[in-house]
């Protein structure tokens, strides 16, 4: 016959086990997964995704987009790009307004969803045509009051510039970031949107070419109220703009939750131009993808300012540089490697430089 003692032990053994057993939590578990044991023989593992939705123009619009929006005689179409494959071809004729795919199709953000949006973007577009967008964060529905409209919104200015603006309640406009106009060229972005309807937590962050840019309000971080009425779908395409013809070639959309897989990757971005500071390929070095870089952009890829004397060049790109910063000045465009800019009269001199699918 057991005692007291005896069967209190074995009533507090027996109450952990089954704790044990029946609600155990894997603290160690790698970031983006979440291990329950539900017994000692059964483990379920749960993948968080972190690809949220895919825009890849080889699905088809149907499949990507919830509606087309043209006002005038645009079309949307699938267009085979040289580099990039499959891109969607987005044209808003003169005297048409819009040419947009609206919404992420089975997708939607919602209040406190942290957020990553990547895509690449060619504009043929007129230098100072200014447009009301290229990309907008747009607000819909009819139940909670909207004071936004279009919370964030990437356009192009009549002053000749890429800029992104965010429009607080009241549509009060900031241009949150700005870049001059680059046209014809590829230029990928990806906005980080921590999704709110409260300023103190929902904030924007933005890479261009692969560089995480500095806002207008010194740092790389803009609190701002991202979630208007009902909810706030993607669009691309060409709004505005009337006037002229303007095309937008995009290319690799992405809505994830995490940089890496938002990012524009694969096609034509494993070719790489390398800037050296000497001649021979000796001295610091920096790469490029397809972009255009501006001084700073070339300084945060670990590049100087009128220092770089050779670069290498693979077969598919051409570079152009340039002895101004924001694509001013003398230029020099290569297709090949250039063992020393000295034979060029070009030692020195680059501020800034483009590099394209040649």
């Known amino acids: 016959m057991k005692t007291p003692q005896a069967i209190a032990t074995l009533f507090l053994a027996s109450s952990a086990m089954f704790t044990l057993t029946h609600c155990t939590k ?11 044991s539900t017994n000692p023989a059964t483990t379920a593992t749960v993948n968080v995704q972190s690809l949220l939705w895919d825009g890849d123009a080889a699905l088809g619009a149907s499949n990507v987009w ?17 580099v990039y494959g499959q891109v969607w071809k987005f044209y ?13 199709k089975n997708y939607q953000a919602a209040e406190g969803d942290d957020i990553y949006i990547g895509w690449r973007s060619k504009l043929d577009i007129p230098a100072t045509q200014n ?26 200015s009549s002053s000749g510039t890429l800029h992104l603006m965010h429009y607080a309640p009241g549509k009060i406009g900031t241009e949150v970031w700005v ?34 840019q500095t806002l207008v309000n010194g ?3 803009y609190p701002a109220r991202t979630l208007d009425a009902d909810y706030c779908d993607p669009k691309f395409g060409v709004y505005g703009g009337d006037p002229s013809d303007i095309t937008n070639y995009v290319h690799a959309i992405k809505i994830a939750s995490t940089y890496a897989d938002a990012a524009p990757t694969g096609g034509g971005s494993n070719l790489l ?6 001649c021979s390929y000796t001295g610091w070095s920096a790469t490029f993808g397809i972009g255009s870089y501006t001084t700073a952009d070339i300084t945060a890829k670990g590049g100087i300012d009128n220092d770089a004397s050779s670069l290498k060049i693979p077969a598919g790109l051409k570079v152009t540089l340039y002895d101004g910063d924001n694509f001013t ?7 090949a490697d250039g063992s020393c800019l000295k034979n060029n009269s070009f030692n020195d001199k680059v501020s800034s430089m483009k590099v394209e699918a040649n």
């Open 66 to 82: 919830k509606v087309l929006n043209i006002e005038g005689t645009g079309t949307i179409s699938v267009d085979t790009d040289p």
């Open 329 to 335: 000045g003398d230029s020099l465009v290569l297709t």
């Open 273 to 278: 131009a390398t800037m050296y500071q000497n």
């Open 179 to 212: 870049t001059p106009l680059s046209r014809n060229t590829w230029n990928t972005m990806v906005l980080h949107l921590k999704v709110s309807r409260d300023a103190s937590i929902g904030f924007i962050e933005f890479w261009y070419n692969g560089v995480k």
């Open 92 to 104: 808003k004729p003169a005297g048409s307004h819009r040419t947009e795919g609206h919404g992420a």
């Open 131 to 156: 447009t009301n967008a290229v990309f907008q964060w747009k607000a819909y529905g009819s139940t909670l009051p909207m004071t936004q409209n279009y919370p964030i919104v990437v356009s192009t």
């Open 219 to 221: 740092t790389q971080r």
């Open 26 to 36: 894997n603290m160690n578990a790698l970031p983006g997964k979440s291990t329950l």
